[in-house]
């Protein structure tokens, strides 16, 4: 029987293996199919407090993970594949094993979803971006194109218009689909230009691997044409890991898991933090402190269920 089981291994699942190792709860912790989350894409990362020169997606990852183990977390190489959360204790099958545990914190984040063409995969991190807020500031000065009409797109594509000389709005219908004071601000924004009725079809790139274009397809003409640009965002949604937890505990029409503000899911003793839960900021810095904030509350679950007294001051 395991005090907390832990599915993720981003910043919300390695700072919640900090916070209850730190506990003594020795928690065990599932590293998923991608270790360390979408943090792992980001080259470089320069917002996150206490790095004032910037640190990579993956060595943060692995300063992360060494922290945790060093408070004696277990870290296990496996992927979470089925889960009973009906009554406890929770159960959860892996690939290669079984846990009971009294508590269960889901971590396992969210993909942005891709354009899946040619030249994408090749070029993340080297001019295809899924974060203006991680990225924009190494495109000052450069020209870039957002791929989206929502709002996610128009407001990551205002927020690029600080760095680049030119943001370009690629949108596959003739309107954007963003609400109308944010379609205000883009056309008011004289750095904001618009391409209509189009879609990406190739990410194009030089012999030193950077972007330098798009391959473009008109959905009407079908004509196609070259759109020479620095760098290339993509906001055309997420999609939350939350496959396996469906009939298990409330998600939202978007697969996205429902917490409160204390990240307890309606299951009482499973929370979640970050991506999984998190539709609004998806960065690592929040992901981290909803990481530390389930942790606290897995652990004054377990003293409530044992009777103990609970060392933290939360009401």
Not at 72 to 82: C, F, L, N, Q, S
Not at 289 to 309: H, L, N, R, S, V
Request: proline fraction near 4%; hydrophobic fraction near 40%; charged fraction near 25%.
């Amino acid at each position: 029987m395991e005090n907390i089981v832990i599915l993720g291994t981003g910043p919300a699942g390695l700072t919640a293996a900090i916070y209850a190792a730190r506990a003594e709860l020795a928690p065990i912790v599932l590293k998923g199919d991608q270790p360390g989350g979408q943090v792992t894409i980001t080259d470089i990362l320069e917002n996150y407090p206490g790095f004032p020169e910037g640190i990579s997606g993956y060595e943060m990852y692995q300063s992360f993970e060494n922290q945790a183990l060093r408070f004696g977390a277990k870290i296990i190489a496996d992927t979470a594949i089925e889960v009973d959360f009906k009554s406890p204790p929770f159960t959860i099958k892996t690939r290669d094993q079984l846990f009971q545990t009294k508590t269960v914190i889901i971590a396992t984040g969210s993909d942005p979803r891709k354009l899946n063409v040619l030249g994408e995969k090749e070029y993340i991190g080297k001019g295809v971006s899924y974060c203006a807020t991680c990225d924009g500031f190494f495109f000052k000065n450069k020209k870039v194109a957002v791929v989206g009409g929502g709002d996610s797109a128009v407001e990551e594509g205002l927020f690029l218009t600080r760095f680049a000389s030119s943001v370009t709005i690629i949108h596959r219908r003739d309107r954007l689909r963003a609400n109308p004071h944010l379609q205000t601000r883009a056309n008011s924004n004289k750095k904001m230009n618009f391409i209509w009725n189009s879609i990406v079809t190739e990410v194009i790139g030089d012999k030193q691997s950077r972007v330098t274009g798009l391959k473009l397809q008109n959905v009407k003409s079908e004509q196609e044409n070259i759109f020479e640009t620095d760098g290339v965002f993509v906001f055309i949604g997420h999609i939350p890991n939350t496959q396996i937890f469906k009939g298990q505990i409330d998600l939202d029409e978007r697969g996205i898991i429902i917490t409160d503000r204390r990240q307890r899911t309606n299951v009482p003793g499973v929370f979640a933090a970050g991506d999984v839960q998190d539709p609004i900021y998806r960065q690592a810095v929040t992901s981290a402190g909803a990481g530390c904030m389930a942790a606290m509350e897995a652990e004054k679950f377990i003293a409530e269920q044992e009777g103990t007294a609970y060392p933290g001051k939360l009401e």
